[in-house]
T-cell receptor
Framework: NAGVMQNPRHLVRRRGQEARLRCSPMKGHSHVYWYRQLPEEGLKFMVY????????ESGMPKERFSAEFPKEGPSILRIQQVVRGDSAAYFCASSLRTDSSGNTIYFGEGSWLTVV | QKEVEQDPGPLSVPEGAIVSLNCTYSNSAFQYFMWYRQYSRKGPELLMY????GNKEDGRFTAQVDKSSKYISLFIRDSQPSDSATYLCAMSVQAAGNKLTFGGGTRVLVKP
């Protein structure tokens, strides 16, 4: 399944370190989204990106979190100075287009971040 | 109050039974409604996608949307043990942007 690819699948970081999560969208998809799933909670939207542009970052914490989707290469979600509350599953998703006919987004398998 | 409410379960049913899942929501602007299945430690898998009110059927799955009541449902017929998973409803206001608002998920256990 050449779906949305995320790595690493599991990441352990000590408090204060940086976490970088990578996402390669499905082939041909140019829209990327990041969601976070905290333990026992549903998925929460974080950010929506297109190539070289952040379209909607209304769900991103104001500090320590950033995302990019460069012209070449995967999308990166970066968390600086991680704290225990950042421990969660981070899911990347992609879509082909955003009009009604293509309004289906496909999720990757997730990256599980544990902060110790 | 959450924008999308979903009973967390668990919902336990015998194999072959009909599984009935539902979500309620408060934002009347939601127009696009989806159901995802998520196995433990896996990503959500899209099951059903519906625009506006109405019914949609796909194999053993039927999705219903009642915008007047702000209520959506998913029915799984002839349930199998492999249907044991967490089911997430999701919805969005616009197609553009795909900013989905999820329910908390319902855990379903289908017993052989």
């Amino acid at each position: 399944n050449a779906g949305v690819m995320q790595n690493p699948r599991h990441l352990v970081r000590r408090r204060g370190q940086e976490a970088r999560l990578r996402c390669s969208p499905m082939k041909g998809h140019s829209h990327v989204y990041w969601y976070r799933q905290l333990p026992e909670e549903g998925l929460k939207f974080m950010v929506y990106l297109q190539k070289e542009n952040i379209i909607d970052e209304s769900g991103m914490p104001k500090e320590r979190f950033s995302a990019e989707f460069p012209k070449e290469g995967p999308s990166i979600l970066r968390i600086q100075q991680v704290v225990r509350g950042d421990s969660a599953a981070y899911f990347c998703a992609s879509s082909l287009r955003t009009d009604s006919s293509g309004n289906t987004i496909y999720f990757g398998e997730g990256s599980w971040l544990t902060v110790v | 109050q959450k924008e999308v409410e979903q009973d967390p379960g668990p919902l336990s049913v015998p194999e072959g039974a009909i599984v009935s899942l539902n979500c309620t929501y408060s934002n009347s602007a939601f127009q696009y409604f989806m159901w995802y299945r998520q196995y433990s430690r896996k990503g959500p898998e899209l099951l059903m996608y519906t625009y506006s009110s109405g019914n949609k059927e796909d194999g053993r799955f039927t999705a219903q949307v009642d915008k007047s009541s702000k209520y959506i449902s998913l029915f799984i017929r002839d349930s199998q043990p492999s249907d044991s998973a967490t089911y997430l409803c999701a919805m969005s206001v616009q197609a553009a942007g795909n900013k989905l608002t999820f329910g908390g998920g319902t855990r379903v256990l289908v017993k052989p």
